[in-house]
């Protein structure tokens, strides 16, 4: 046979091959992965990282009736391609196509859609008590088996999960542990440093003393190892820990040579070099970096923190140039929270970057850590609103309707570069809470104010009929759909508020004498700035709040998931001329 992938479609088929052409089985999958992701973009090193371990977990335990569940599902490229999907990676994170993550919908072998990381220890432990529970006994002898990764045990979540399976003596809950030594940057902290003196000689361990079983180290790319240590996992009967050794981007040399992200997370790339087909664009990332450095050399009181990500949220060339003023936390956004709080408290001004979708993790630590302190803590949210091919669990759309809950708390949404700079010293000048929020694309040219009201910019006004509020990055697409409706005859006032939550006095002014008020945004239409918005307005005054629906948002790219939310110059547009049908003016 010369090729084994085509005939591989089914765990079924990967129990019946021989053990002796599972390597080369691995070099095989390694290579389908560089070409199929390199076309389309993903999470590359990481699934690399992983072939031997998924290959070993789908010969040994039975799926879907052993359940397994991965902690990131970034990592389940394989467990794709051993469970019926190799052909979808054609349409890998497309509008529609094969999904980025685990997906239910997909597949019965996928039991969650895991995409944030340390939860899916939680996750077994509740369907390991659920099958004793409702199962009997052949269903509760089945295994649950769970895949963590090193870096997400930096995530308080698998703690409190490790805890009480510690506690389930007769809890069959496998743990298997891929250590390589990295989530997205080198894991941190003292879990850290343990696992890496187990590495050098193995000795008793933390997870024994919570009272789990251990075994290992393991060659984590052995096969025949894995699979021996996996069945020994399997008739413990218990809780267990499987530890494995890894190298993250395996078998590719341009991953293995890149020392910093191990190629993570890829665009659509050149297989034989690694490198992106598209050249660099500047982002908004990257504005944010630049600008937060020069901050940094004049206030000395400033001080930045990641949730493992240093490199993604623009804070790695603040870390290389302020070591002892960065702060990497690892996948806990609850502790770096409040942290910043104790920084702020002791007389620090922390600038805490993170996805946006990764504050919903600790929207307790911003209400009750550091705004019922009114601590000066500045939040930067990457990746604000539709981010993309990552999809639902990753947009950012969540963040202004959270936000605007939060006493005291004020939110920036630069609509540009300069923008983003002015709101950041603005930010770190605060003497309370402060959020700077900006999405995942290239930056794009200055949008300069054609006037103000106060600190209101008026983009453009050819008369008052309808008022536009634009959003941040809506602001574009707000011109565009002032320019149409202006060349129908209407009169159309475009203004940005810099400062969105809470309304300022200065945006009430611009509000008056307008008789449609029209607010875009790229979170949450009904609950987040337009929400706020409508609160303030007259009586009289109708008013139109755009923005993206509250539901979960499927992946495709920025541009047309923004398109079906309607929110786009002619979407826009469109919404307007439909709402003066309803209420002419």
Same mark, same amino acid.
Not at 166 to 180: E, F, K, T, Y
Not at 440 to 452: F, L, N, T
């Given at each position: 046979?010369?090729? *084994?992938?085509?005939?591989?479609?089914?765990?079924?088929?990967?129990r019946?091959?021989?053990?002796?052409?599972?390597?080369?089985?691995?070099?095989?999958?390694?290579?389908?992965?560089?070409?199929?992701?390199?076309?389309?973009?993903?999470? *590359?090193?990481?699934?690399l990282?992983?072939?031997?371990?998924?290959?070993?977990?789908?010969?040994?335990?039975?799926?879907?009736?052993?359940?397994?569940?991965?902690?990131?599902?970034?990592?389940?490229?394989?467990?794709?391609?051993?469970?019926?999907?190799?052909?979808?990676?054609?349409?890998?994170?497309?509008?529609?196509?094969l999904?980025?993550?685990?997906?239910?919908?997909?597949?019965?072998?996928?039991?969650?859609?895991?995409?944030?990381?340390?939860?899916?220890?939680?996750y077994?432990?509740?369907?390991?008590?659920?099958?004793?529970?409702?199962?009997?006994?052949?269903?509760?002898?089945?295994?649950?088996?769970a895949?963590?990764?090193?870096?997400?045990?930096?995530?308080?979540?698998?703690?409190?999960?490790?805890?009480?399976?510690?506690?389930?003596?007769?809890?069959?809950?496998?743990?298997?542990?891929?250590?390589?030594?990295?989530?997205?940057?080198?894991?941190?902290?003292?879990?850290?440093?343990?696992?890496?003196?187990l590495?050098?000689?193995?000795?008793?361990?933390?997870f024994?003393?919570?009272?789990?079983?251990?075994?290992?180290?393991?060659?984590?790319?052995?096969?025949?190892?894995?699979?021996?240590?996996?069945?020994?996992?399997?008739?413990?009967?218990?809780?267990?820990?499987?530890h494995?050794?890894?190298?993250?981007?395996?078998?590719?040399?341009?991953?293995?040579?890149?020392?910093?992200?191990?190629?993570?997370?890829?665009?659509?790339?050149?297989?034989?070099?690694?490198?992106?087909?598209?050249?660099?664009t500047?982002?908004?990332?990257?504005?944010?970096?630049?600008?937060?450095?020069?901050?940094?050399?004049?206030?000395?009181?400033?001080?930045?923190?990641?949730?493992?990500?240093?490199?993604?949220?623009?804070?790695?060339?603040?870390?290389?140039?302020?070591?002892?003023?960065?702060?990497?936390?690892?996948?806990?956004?609850?502790?770096?929270?409040?942290?910043a709080?104790?920084?702020?408290?002791?007389?620090?001004?922390?600038?805490?970057?993170?996805?946006?979708?990764?504050?919903?993790?600790?929207?307790?630590?911003v209400?009750m850590?550091?705004?019922?302190h009114?601590?000066?803590?500045?939040?930067?949210?990457?990746?604000?609103?539709i981010?993309?091919?990552?999809?639902?669990?990753?947009?950012?759309?969540?963040?202004?309707?959270?936000?605007?809950?939060?006493?005291?708390?004020?939110?920036?949404?630069?609509?540009?570069?300069?923008?983003?700079?002015?709101?950041?010293?603005?930010?770190?000048?605060?003497?309370?809470?402060?959020?700077?929020?900006?999405?995942?694309?290239?930056?794009?040219?200055?949008?300069?104010?054609?006037?103000s009201?106060?600190?209101?910019?008026?983009?453009?006004?050819?008369?008052?009929d309808?008022?536009?509020?634009?959003?941040?990055?809506m602001?574009?697409?707000?011109?565009?759909?002032?320019?149409?409706?202006?060349?129908?005859?209407?009169?159309?006032?475009?203004?940005?508020?810099?400062?969105?939550?809470?309304?300022?006095?200065?945006l009430?002014?611009?509000?008056?004498?307008?008789?449609?008020?029209?607010?875009?945004?790229?979170?949450?239409?009904?609950?987040?700035?337009?929400?706020?918005?409508?609160?303030?307005?007259?009586?009289g005054?109708?008013? *139109?709040?755009?923005?993206l629906?509250?539901?979960?948002?499927?992946?495709?790219?920025?541009?047309?998931?923004?398109?079906?939310?309607?929110?786009?110059?002619?979407?826009?547009?469109?919404?307007?001329?439909?709402?003066?049908?309803?209420?002419?003016?």
């Amino acid at each position: 046979m010369k090729t *084994l992938l085509p005939y591989v479609s089914t765990p079924d088929d990967l129990r019946s091959l021989p053990a002796e052409l599972l390597p080369g089985l691995a070099r095989e999958i390694r290579d389908f992965l560089i070409d199929k992701v390199s076309a389309r973009g993903g999470h *590359l090193g990481s699934n690399l990282g992983i072939v031997e371990i998924t290959i070993a977990l789908h010969r040994v335990f039975e799926s879907p009736d052993d359940v397994i569940v991965f902690d990131t599902g970034h990592q389940t490229y394989v467990h794709k391609i051993l469970t019926g999907r190799r052909d979808g990676f054609d349409t890998l994170r497309c509008r529609g196509g094969l999904s980025g993550y685990p997906s239910r919908q997909e597949s019965p072998h996928d039991h969650l859609a895991s995409s944030h990381a340390s939860t899916a220890l939680a996750y077994a432990d509740g369907m390991a008590k659920a099958r004793r529970i409702t199962g009997g006994d052949a269903r509760a002898a089945r295994s649950v088996v769970a895949v963590v990764g090193d870096g997400a045990l930096t995530g308080g979540v698998a703690w409190e999960a490790l805890n009480n399976l510690g506690a389930a003596r007769h809890r069959p809950v496998i743990v298997v542990l891929n250590d390589n030594g990295r989530s997205y940057a080198p894991t941190v902290g003292g879990c850290a440093g343990h696992l890496g003196r187990l590495r050098a000689a193995p000795g008793v361990t933390v997870f024994e003393n919570l009272g789990l079983r251990y075994l290992g180290p393991v060659d984590g790319h052995d096969i025949e190892a894995l699979e021996q240590v996996m069945r020994t996992a399997r008739e413990l009967r218990a809780p267990v820990v499987i530890h494995c050794l890894t190298r993250k981007g395996l078998g590719y040399q341009p991953a293995e040579q890149d020392l910093d992200e191990h190629l993570h997370a890829i665009p659509v790339t050149d297989p034989a070099t690694g490198r992106p087909l598209s050249p660099r664009t500047s982002t908004w990332t990257h504005a944010f970096a630049r600008h937060l450095c020069a901050l940094g050399e004049r206030r000395r009181d400033l001080v930045a923190i990641t949730a493992a990500m240093p490199g993604p949220t623009g804070l790695a060339e603040f870390g290389r140039r302020f070591p002892e003023r960065m702060f990497d936390v690892g996948i806990a956004e609850q502790h770096a929270l409040a942290s910043a709080a104790g920084l702020a408290m002791s007389g620090l001004h922390p600038v805490v970057a993170v996805y946006a979708t990764f504050l919903n993790r600790a929207i307790d630590q911003v209400l009750m850590d550091v705004a019922l302190h009114r601590l000066p803590v500045t939040l930067v949210l990457d990746r604000a609103g539709i981010t993309g091919p990552d999809g639902p669990s990753h947009h950012g759309m969540w963040d202004l309707a959270a936000l605007a809950m939060v006493p005291g708390m004020r939110v920036a949404a630069p609509r540009d570069a300069v923008r983003l700079s002015e709101l950041l010293e603005e930010a770190v000048e605060h003497d309370g809470p402060t959020a700077l929020r900006f999405p995942k694309a290239a930056a794009g040219p200055e949008i300069p104010p054609a006037g103000s009201v106060g600190d209101v910019d008026v983009l453009s006004s050819t008369g008052q009929d309808v008022l536009l509020v634009a959003i941040g990055p809506m602001a574009g697409p707000c011109l565009s759909a002032a320019a149409m409706l202006s060349a129908a005859g209407l009169g159309v006032t475009v203004v940005d508020p810099r400062w969105v939550i809470p309304v300022s006095t200065d945006l009430r002014k611009a509000l008056c004498g307008s008789r449609l008020v029209v607010t875009v945004e790229d979170g949450i239409a009904a609950s987040g700035a337009g929400a706020l918005v409508r609160q303030v307005c007259v009586p009289g005054q109708h008013v *139109l709040n755009l923005g993206l629906p509250c539901e979960f948002i499927g992946q495709g790219s920025r541009s047309e998931l923004l398109a079906e939310a309607g929110l786009t110059g002619q979407g826009i547009a469109y919404a307007i001329r439909k709402e003066l049908n309803r209420w002419p003016l």
